[in-house]
């Protein structure tokens, strides 16, 4: 199984909203709603955010939304916050295996 | 609320087996729960190495299968990685994690740096 693919890096000013996809294929984020994006600070462990495409968990702001279409699935920071600053990554369920993306540092200028 | 915690050998010999444990508190693994194993080379992204169910099955990367294998302690309440023959290519923070069987991790321990060299 090869990694979901996201883009290297993303940014955006305090208040303005940032969108990172991930993409895969019908074997995966096409084929399940099975997928969860997780933000990783240095040196941290990662923390999930979103989680069946589009549900928070308890505790998550929600200026953090997810989305689906297809092949591709996307995680939206709205009003961008200096604390949003780290590394996201998308997983999605593959029929009994799980699959990560490659990873997006988001930098709040 | 549960808490998770990897223990095990921060270096291992190429070839030989890396050996982790993850001890649960606040949770009984015996409970409707996946508990997985995922880990992260220095300044890379995150690799998915498997999953154990609480009856014992297990789910494994496809590109680890020959090399991995996962068990259950329920006594001890505490899951276990071994990885056969590494290499450097191994070397990585290796975290475990709960999955609420949706494939998302929802608790996390802080991951434990295990570097493959002689």
């Known amino acids: 199984q090869s990694a979901l693919t996201q883009p290297p890096s993303a940014s955006g000013s305090p208040g303005q909203s940032v969108t990172i996809s991930c993409t895969g294929t019908?074997?995966?984020?096409?084929?399940?709603?099975?997928v969860s994006w997780y933000q990783q600070h240095p040196g941290k462990a990662p923390k999930l955010m979103i989680y069946?495409?589009?549900k928070r968990p308890s505790g998550v702001p929600d200026r953090f939304s997810g989305s689906k279409s297809g092949n591709t699935a996307s995680l939206t920071v709205s009003g961008l916050q200096a604390e949003d600053e780290a590394d996201y990554y998308c997983s999605s369920y593959a029929g009994s295996n799980n699959v990560f993306g490659t990873g997006t540092k988001v930098t709040v200028l | 609320q549960v808490q998770l915690q990897e223990s095990g050998p921060g270096l291992v010999k190429p070839s030989e087996t890396l050996s982790l444990t993850c001890t649960v508190s606040?949770?009984?693994?015996?409970?409707?729960?996946?508990w997985g194993w995922i880990r992260q080379p220095p300044g890379k992204g995150l690799e998915w190495i498997g999953n154990i169910f609480q009856t014992g099955n297990t789910y494994y990367n496809p590109s680890l299968k020959s090399r991995v294998s996962m068990s259950l302690d329920t006594s001890k309440n505490q899951f276990s990685l071994k990885l056969s023959s590494v290499t450097a290519a191994d070397t990585a923070v290796y975290y475990c994690a709960r999955d609420g069987s949706t494939s998302a991790f929802d608790s996390w321990g802080q991951g434990t740096l295990v570097t493959v060299s002689s």
């Open positions: 606040g949770y009984s693994i015996s409970n409707n729960y996946y």
């Open positions: 019908s074997s995966d984020v096409g084929g399940y709603r099975y």
């Open positions: 069946e495409v589009n």
